[in-house]
T-cell receptor, first 114, second 111 residues
Framework: DTAVSQTPKYLVTQMGNDKSIKCEQNLGHDTMYWYKQDSKKFLKIMFSYNNKELIINETVPNRFSPKSPDKAHLNLHINSLELGDSAVYFC?????????????FGQGTRLTVV | SQKIEQNSEALNIQEGKTATLTCNYTNYSPAYLQWYRQDPGRGPVFLLLIRENEKEKRKERLKVTFDTTLKQSLFHITASQPADSATYLCALGLGGGKLIFGQGTELSVKP
């Protein structure tokens, strides 16, 4: 039983394309997140949603648009992909959005833009 | 400016020794600090959480300290084993569930 699952695990695409990454959690958590891990291994928060509502929106280009159809799902759509978007994207969830509980991470989606 | 830094990128120790990893931060006031383990090709896995009013937390061979005056957390693994080899990430817990991660320390435990 995978707690936080993302698809696809690998994504190779050309510059200018539009792509989506899907994320689902079966933990019953209220809060979900998207993080980006760059080549230097820095893990940076992009967005967080609590019960389908956007809570955190870091300085992310508006080509990135999260969508939460229900509290178990948080998808990430990226328009007009650029080379600099290449990274590993992690979805995560936590019971509360207060930072006082652990976050559960998915296995990551390695995005390569060529 | 706000910064979170972990000690040297790589730490090599002998099996059975204690590994000590450092996390320093500036211009943040976290209510919580968390430590995660990340293996290659995998997502981070939660290890320990410590609150600002706690000095020390233990879990089996793991121990974390949190000094809000020094703005530093230390993470110890006692009786280290090769299976402990991984990258360890500290994260500051801020409002709204936001976690700010350090760049990680890669630990290698040699038999």
């Amino acid at each position: 039983d995978t707690a936080v699952s993302q698809t696809p695990k690998y994504l190779v695409t050309q510059m200018g394309n539009d792509k989506s990454i899907k994320c689902e959690q079966n933990l019953g958590h209220d809060t979900m997140y998207w993080y980006k891990q760059d080549s230097k291994k820095f893990l940076k928060i992009m967005f967080s949603y609590n019960n389908k509502e956007l809570i955190i929106n870091e300085t992310v280009p508006n080509r990135f648009s999260p969508k939460s159809p229900d509290k178990a799902h948080l998808n990430l759509h990226i328009n007009s992909l650029e080379l600099g978007d290449s990274a590993v994207y992690f979805c995560a969830s936590s019971p509360s959005g207060q930072g006082n509980t652990e976050a559960f991470f998915g296995q990551g989606t390695r995005l390569t833009v060529v | 400016s706000q910064k979170i830094e972990q000690n040297s990128e790589a730490l090599n120790i002998q099996e059975g020794k204690t590994a000590t990893l450092t996390c320093n931060y500036t211009n943040y006031s976290p209510a919580y600090l968390q430590w995660y383990r990340q293996d290659p090709g995998r997502g981070p896995v939660f290890l320990l959480l410590i609150r600002e009013n706690e000095k020390e937390k233990r879990k089996e061979r793991l121990k974390v300290t949190f000094d809000t005056t020094l703005k530093q957390s230390l993470f110890h693994i006692t009786a280290s084993q090769p299976a402990d080899s991984a990258t360890y990430l500290c994260a500051l817990g801020l409002g709204g569930g936001k976690l700010i991660f350090g760049q990680g320390t890669e630990l290698s435990v040699k038999p």
